[in-house]
């Protein structure tokens, strides 16, 4: 959509899309810069920036739900909250000398989930360890993109990934 020095073009607030014509109620007139962002990619920024937030959203959310291996057993990132209210639970009755017992859900080999129970911090510690690392490595990522995402001219070029990068 090219700007003939005779012509105006409009941002339409509501649907996030650019005109020519006549200015409708509540809209504006678009900024050289729009204009620009329009042509090269055929949309706004700021529709491009909500859906590059939702792409995030939803990956996050995936990266969440991931599966992770922790001995016998595997385990997902979403459950820190479960798993960190346990580990305050068990040291807690570890440091008043009282006798520690929580069950615990997992998924076994077959991805169903089970209950297992543990008796001491130490036995609880790799389930909680590898779900607090992950969650907070998916949770850094995030945010990351959060603030890139906020702050870029060009979201369409903003690449979102939650793969673990394997050290070399």
Known sequence: MSKNANEKIYYSIAGEYLYKGNMKEG???????????WNTYGSTIQKD????????????????????????YFVIADWINTYTNTYTYAKKQEETDSA?????VVFDRTGKLVTITITCLAD???YYNTVAEEWARITD???????????????????????KVLAE
């Open 27 to 37: 809209d504006r007139e678009a900024t050289a810069n729009e204009i620009e962002y």
């Open 49 to 72: 920036k909500n859906e590059k937030n939702a792409e995030n959203t939803a990956k996050y959310t995936e990266a969440l739900n991931a599966p992770l291996v922790c001995g016998e």
């Open 100 to 104: 520690t017992r929580a069950d615990i």
């Open 124 to 126: 609880f510690e790799p």
């Open 141 to 163: 990522l995030r945010n990351k993109y959060m603030v890139e995402i906020q702050n870029t001219t060009a979201p369409k070029d903003i690449v979102i990934s939650y793969e």
